[in-house]
């Protein structure tokens, strides 16, 4: 595709529920990261791949949360037990290779837990 | 992680006005992005600087790198309205800083 691709775009959740957010990135980039963005702040990094493997999860605020990239392309987030501080934009990010390139953001997935 | 902070947090200017964003690190940075992000948008990917010193132009963007690799300034000369948005300084690519709004008033 032309660019980074989230969906959904919009998600509202009852406090509890579990969410997934899709992201799929640009055709052949090999690297790929989740931030977490609240209203007025910037964005907090969440988890980094690497293909498929998952080489930085750091920034995962809890073990609610869970994210797979199982074929090195497509990438989920899971919110489980979502609570009312996960409401926030998610942002999903892709490069070609590494920390090193630019990374190119998709729209976000803007989720609000009721 | 390599925390960046951003100073101001907001700047209102007057079109045709200068503004400038500084970043700052309290470690010295491997290399530094700087990303703008309009009103109801995605970060958009501006500049990457690597080296000591490295100074970067755009237009009427220019970049800079600390001699240190500890700090990092945007310039923009004569604002436009096109320039609305909040600045983003990442250090490491993963780290973002909270960003500076610009506000420019035609």
């Known amino acids: 595709g032309a660019g980074v691709s989230q969906s959904p775009r919009y998600k509202v959740a009852k406090r509890g529920q579990d969410v997934a957010l899709r992201c799929d990135p640009i055709s052949g980039h090999v690297s790929l990261f989740w931030y977490q963005q609240a209203l007025g702040q910037g964005p907090e990094f969440l988890t980094y791949f690497q293909n498929e493997a998952q080489l930085d999860k750091s920034g995962l605020p809890s073990d609610r949360f869970f994210a797979e990239r199982p074929e090195g392309s497509v990438s989920t987030l899971k919110i489980q037990r979502t609570q009312q501080e996960d409401s926030a934009v998610y942002l999903c990010?892709?490069?070609?290779?590494?920390?090193?390139?630019?990374?190119?953001f998709g729209d976000g997935t803007r989720l609000s837990i009721l | 992680g390599q925390q960046v902070m951003q100073i101001p947090q907001y700047q209102h200017v007057q079109e045709g006005e200068d503004f400038t964003t500084y970043c700052n690190s309290s470690?010295?940075?491997?290399?530094i992005q700087w990303y703008k992000q309009r009103p109801g948008g995605h970060p958009v990917f501006l500049i990457q600087l690597v080296k000591s010193g490295e100074v970067k132009k755009q237009k009427r963007l220019t970049f800079q790198f600390g001699e240190a690799k500890k700090n990092s300034s945007l310039h923009i000369t004569a604002t436009q309205t096109t320039d609305v948005g909040t600045y983003f300084c990442a250090g490491y690519a993963l780290n973002f800083g909270k960003g500076t709004s610009l506000l420019v008033t035609p």
């Open positions: 470690t010295t940075l491997s290399n």
């Open positions: 990010a892709s490069s070609p290779e590494g920390v090193i390139n630019p990374q190119h």
